[in-house]
């Protein structure tokens, strides 16, 4: 289509004199938008009491977003690649804002499944091509620091969370006025709000027209080095010397077909399954891990476990962005798999620590679940540079996208045996009584009701075999990245058919 033209590579390479250093904003513009599937929490209760559907039907929502993420970047990575990355986030900000209109539709008609197709279908294939669009271009631009490079945008992706719960919150509170379930005593719970499906699905709208033109800064910005460019100063021959850095290039096809592949497809997994252990459950687990004997919970109270605490969920956010930038910075100069060693290892020493002193002291606790958690950001900013080490730049965006299942995989097995494990333990707990204050009458209240645990019966020793088990993946995992060699000769592809396509109009202008 002639219009649309602007978007093709060849209208992408960059003139002489263009700073690489724009390449990064342009790449966080779309992964800051679409971290704001980590922001859904905002709004959930207020969709399971608009559809009056259970908390699993609602997160649904989010599982099929991730999964159709990971399948999407695997079967679209290969024209990622081809097509360039205008091309890409072009596509990505038109699906990830559809599908947030889609799903307004959906809330507005009381249709939960427009949500599922709108969030979880279409805007999932934005999520994924927007995922890995900048991937290979940023390390194309950067072949002296990929960690780095890769890092700053995937940063972006923890850094969207942190943007979209305050944002989504004010336009809430912009376009309704909330309500607050009750308590089993009939008091007002004052920490959950309500917003009715109107409200919510005006909120959908408005992200979508923020986001689309957020993420279109990122389209007209990004750009395409010239055949042959590389930094000033820069020597190849320094990054080709050090440990599993190929000078050559792997296809797609041949990256699955090699062990290395899979050894990193299980090393991510088992890094993000540990991660979202402690991810998926922070606010229940705090105050869980901290119960006095009369049932309260330290971590409800700021007097008591101070405001470090009390901010626990922004708390592990802060470093599961910090850490996405830090440790794939820090991969530069340590290596990758080292960075992998780092993770995995001292991430298994940490959650023992958790199961034997995690509820000793709440400071510790604090730190303990923080280390772990930047080490689950690391790991994400880390890999697309590990890819392209072992397989070269050629296709990188591809394998990236295959090698992305993996996080799929891990966010359905994380809180399945989490998850799994607490629903065992709290049905073994006896049922309270409580005296409701406004009635004045004595109502049961139960761990489990509607298929959802509440507050006030677990405690940490419910939590061990969940921790138990993540030590054991961890452990799979350290095992999994020590096995990793340098890619076979036969997988190499001939220098010729990895040369960058001329372009028709080089140097020019979008």
Same mark, same amino acid.
């Given at each position: 289509?002639?219009?649309?033209?602007?978007?093709?590579?060849?209208?992408?390479?960059?003139?002489?004199?263009?700073?690489?250093?724009?390449?990064?904003?342009?790449?966080?513009?779309?992964?800051?938008?679409?971290?704001?599937?980590?922001?859904?929490?905002?709004? %959930?209760?207020?969709?399971?009491?608009?559809?009056?559907?259970?908390? %699993?039907?609602?997160?649904?929502?989010?599982?099929?977003?991730?999964?159709?993420?990971?399948?999407?970047?695997?079967?679209?990575?290969?024209?990622?690649?081809?097509?360039?990355?205008?091309?890409?986030?072009?596509?990505?900000?038109?699906?990830?804002?559809?599908?947030?209109?889609?799903?307004?539709a959906g809330i507005a008609s009381d249709q939960l499944w427009l949500v599922y197709l709108g969030y979880g279908v279409i805007g999932g294939i934005g999520l994924g091509i927007g995922y890995i669009s900048p991937v290979s271009?940023?390390?194309?631009?950067?072949?002296?620091?990929?960690?780095?490079?890769?890092?700053?945008?995937?940063?972006?992706?923890?850094a969207g969370a942190m943007i979209a719960s305050p944002l989504s919150t004010k336009l809430l509170d912009l376009y309704g006025d909330p309500t607050h379930p009750l308590k089993p005593d009939g008091t007002p719970n004052l920490?959950?709000?309500?917003?009715?499906?109107?409200?919510?699905?005006?909120?959908?709208? /408005?992200?979508?027209?923020?986001?689309?033109?957020?993420?279109?800064?990122?389209?007209?910005?990004?750009?395409?080095?010239?055949?042959?460019?590389?930094?000033?100063?820069?020597?190849?021959?320094?990054?080709?010397?050090?440990?599993?850095?190929?000078?050559?290039?792997?296809?797609?096809?041949?990256?699955?077909?090699?062990?290395?592949?899979?050894?990193?497809?299980?090393?991510?997994?088992?890094?993000?399954?540990?991660?979202?252990?402690?991810?998926?459950?922070?606010?229940?687990?705090?105050?869980?891990?901290?119960?006095?004997?009369?049932?309260?919970?330290?971590?409800?109270?700021? /007097? %008591?476990?101070?405001?470090?605490?009390?901010?626990?969920?922004?708390?592990?956010?802060?470093?599961?962005?910090?850490?996405?930038?830090?440790?794939? /910075?820090?991969?530069?100069?340590?290596?990758?798999?080292?960075?992998?060693?780092?993770?995995?290892?001292?991430?298994?020493?940490?959650?023992?620590?958790?199961?034997?002193?995690?509820?000793?002291?709440?400071?510790?606790?604090?730190?303990?679940?923080?280390?772990?958690?930047?080490?689950?950001?690391?790991?994400?900013?880390?890999?697309?540079?590990?890819?392209?080490?072992?397989?070269?730049?050629?296709?990188?965006?591809?394998?990236?996208?295959?090698?992305?299942?993996?996080?799929?995989?891990?966010?359905?097995?994380?809180?399945?045996?989490?998850?799994?494990?607490?629903?065992?333990?709290?049905?073994?707990?006896?049922?309270?009584?409580?005296?409701?204050?406004? /009635?004045?009458?004595?109502?049961?209240?139960?761990?489990?009701?509607?298929?959802?645990?509440?507050?006030?019966?677990?405690?940490?020793?419910?939590?061990?075999?969940?921790?138990?088990?993540?030590?054991g993946v961890l452990a799979v995992g350290f095992v999994a990245n020590l096995l990793i060699r340098p890619v076979a000769e036969r997988f190499h592809e001939p220098p010729a058919s990895t040369a960058p396509p001329t372009p028709?109009?080089?140097?020019?202008?979008?």
């Amino acid at each position: 289509m002639p219009a649309l033209s602007f978007l093709d590579r060849s209208h992408t390479v960059a003139p002489p004199g263009y700073s690489r250093w724009l390449i990064p904003p342009a790449a966080l513009a779309v992964h800051m938008c679409i971290g704001q599937a980590y922001a859904t929490s905002v709004y %959930k209760v207020s969709l399971i009491e608009s559809f009056g559907a259970s908390e %699993k039907a609602i997160g649904y929502i989010f599982s099929v977003a991730i999964a159709v993420l990971g399948i999407s970047s695997a079967l679209f990575g290969t024209w990622v690649d081809s097509g360039g990355p205008r091309k890409a986030m072009f596509t990505s900000a038109c699906c990830w804002s559809v599908g947030f209109v889609v799903a307004a539709a959906g809330i507005a008609s009381d249709q939960l499944w427009l949500v599922y197709l709108g969030y979880g279908v279409i805007g999932g294939i934005g999520l994924g091509i927007g995922y890995i669009s900048p991937v290979s271009t940023l390390m194309k631009w950067f072949p002296d620091r990929p960690g780095l490079a890769t890092g700053m945008a995937i940063m972006g992706f923890g850094a969207g969370a942190m943007i979209a719960s305050p944002l989504s919150t004010k336009l809430l509170d912009l376009y309704g006025d909330p309500t607050h379930p009750l308590k089993p005593d009939g008091t007002p719970n004052l920490t959950v709000s309500l917003y009715d499906g109107s409200t919510v699905a005006k909120m959908f709208l /408005t992200l979508a027209i923020v986001y689309f033109v957020v993420m279109m800064f990122g389209v007209f910005t990004v750009r395409v080095p010239a055949p042959g460019w590389s930094p000033p100063h820069f020597d190849p021959s320094t990054v080709k010397a050090k440990p599993l850095v190929t000078s050559n290039h792997v296809s797609a096809r041949n990256a699955i077909r090699t062990p290395q592949f899979w050894l990193l497809w299980t090393v991510l997994f088992c890094n993000v399954t540990a991660g979202i252990g402690i991810l998926e459950n922070a606010a229940p687990m705090i105050q869980d891990f901290f119960r006095t004997e009369d049932g309260s919970s330290l971590a409800s109270d700021p /007097t %008591k476990i101070g405001i470090v605490a009390a901010g626990f969920v922004g708390f592990l956010s802060l470093f599961n962005m910090g850490g996405r930038f830090v440790w794939s /910075t820090v991969s530069d100069f340590l290596g990758r798999k080292v960075n992998y060693v780092i993770y995995l290892g001292v991430g298994l020493c940490l959650y023992a620590l958790l199961v034997s002193v995690g509820s000793d002291s709440v400071a510790l606790f604090v730190v303990i679940c923080a280390v772990i958690i930047s080490f689950y950001g690391g790991g994400f900013a880390t890999v697309p540079a590990y890819l392209r080490d072992l397989f070269g730049t050629f296709q990188v965006g591809a394998i990236h996208g295959r090698l992305l299942t993996a996080w799929s995989a891990a966010g359905v097995a994380g809180p399945l045996i989490v998850n799994g494990v607490l629903d065992s333990a709290a049905e073994d707990k006896p049922c309270k009584q409580v005296v409701n204050t406004v /009635t004045q009458k004595t109502v049961e209240v139960c761990a489990v009701k509607d298929g959802k645990i509440q507050a006030g019966f677990l405690d940490a020793g419910d939590y061990r075999t969940a921790l138990l088990i993540m030590i054991g993946v961890l452990a799979v995992g350290f095992v999994a990245n020590l096995l990793i060699r340098p890619v076979a000769e036969r997988f190499h592809e001939p220098p010729a058919s990895t040369a960058p396509p001329t372009p028709s109009a080089p140097g020019g202008e979008a």
